[in-house]
Structure formats: C-alpha cells, structure tokens
C-alpha cells in the first residue's frame, strides 16, 4: 500500500494508470447500476474524468 501512495506522490505511471481504471470502473458501474438515480446522472463525468485521466498519465515515466 505504501508503494502505491508514494507511487501517487512521485507522479509515477502505474499507481496513476490504476487510479485511472478504478474511475473508469466505476462510472462503468453507476451507468449500470438501476437503484440510485444520482449515481447514474454523474457515472458519464466520472467515466470521462477517468479516460482523461488515464490518456495523461500514459505520458507519466514509469
């Protein structure tokens, strides 16, 4: 856990990258998911925020 944090803090590619599909996983599930209607209103944003998030941080060193 400690190596993904410091990962985080020195801008490091694969922490970023996994922080990245976490988002898009999770927008992915809120789109899905039928009970919570606000979970689905914001699952688009956080799908996009995480694609873009990931498109930058490919550009990361490893």
Do not use: D
């Amino acid at each position: 856990m400690t190596n993904f944090i410091n990962g985080l803090l020195h801008f490091k590619r694969g922490s970023w990258e996994m922080l990245a599909s976490v988002l898009i996983a999770l927008g992915v599930f809120m789109l899905m998911q039928p009970f919570v209607l606000s979970l689905f209103t914001y699952s688009f944003i956080i799908t996009l925020v995480g694609t873009v998030m990931f498109i930058i941080v490919s550009h990361f060193p490893e």
